[in-house]
């Protein structure tokens, strides 16, 4: 769950998020399509600086300048770059906060992938759990084309869901089947549109879910706590540090500071990283903050000073 009260302090010290306010919309009636994704979306705008409010089915809401996406050739035109935005967007929503991207998110999109096929399925035990709300009795329906649902995973299509929930259930982390019609001349053929299951976590799933609360997961990724203006830790980034950790089989990623991913996205990178590395050379506050928080996981941790 995203640190709101951070994420006030951090709005109130002029980080880039917008209070949320109410659309002249209603989600069931959009009219166009997302700045980002280009899915269904509910669109306020331009306004006088020339700032577009959108309410995407996948992505969810942000703020971003008509200048920047007409700038940026926006919408993404494949699928795995609309994927991964509509990921990390929906990964930055907060209650009471909007999302503000700039052309500083949209650059650090290079130093991005989608979630691996476990994290994907670490991200539906997550959700599941949420859905659950405590009782895990409650059975959950999950559509696999569900726009939202597509999002929070970090997945492309829906047949990459149907694969997450069979992995899933043949590993007895969750439990469910496919529902049936009692009328079989009346069931609609079951097609990747309208599939969908009814299930719960397992036991086993629910011990996935708390390991995964409390500790970061063996993954093929690190993670770089760093300050931003920056451009000679910015040259030693893309030339050294980065090939480096490719060298030795783990993606370095990073996210930038300033463009709106706060506490929600920088936390849930390091408690799935492999390790971190830290730059303190220049006593930066939110580098500081990134290590320690590694370090109340008992992850490894790498400085550099």
Known sequence: ??????????????????????????????????????????????????????????CGEFQISKITADELGLPYKTPKE?????????????????????????????????PTPMEASDNLLIWLAGQQDGRPGNEIEIAHADPPLLGTLGVVEPEDVGWIVDSLKSQDLLLGGYPTAIDDRRRPRMTVANR???????ARGWERFEELKRAHISASYAFFAR??????????????????????GYELRTVPQRAGL??????????????????????????????????GLEADRKWIE
């Open 196 to 202: 969908h299951i009814r299930c719960r976590l397992t």
């Open 82 to 114: 609309q994927a991964l935005a509509s990921h990390l967007i929906r990964k930055m929503q907060a209650p009471r906060y909007r999302p503000i991207l700039n052309k500083e998110f949209f650059d650090a999109l290079r130093h991005q992938t989608l």
């Open 227 to 248: 300050r931003f203006s920056n451009t000679e830790l910015d040259q030693v980034f893309e030339r050294c540090l980065y090939p480096a950790g490719l060298q030795t």
């Open 1 to 58: 769950m995203p640190n709101t009260g951070l994420g006030v302090l951090l709005a109130s010290l002029g980080w880039p998020h917008l209070v949320r306010t109410e659309m002249p919309y209603n989600l069931d009636f959009p009219n166009g399509g997302c700045t980002v994704c280009n899915r269904k979306a509910k669109i306020d705008g331009p306004t006088s600086s020339w700032d577009l409010i959108v309410d995407c089915v996948c």
């Open 262 to 295: 706060i506490d929600a996205v920088i936390e849930n990178e390091i408690r799935r990283c492999r390790f971190l590395v830290a730059d303190l050379s220049d006593e930066n506050a939110g580098a500081y903050w990134e290590a320690g928080f590694a370090e």
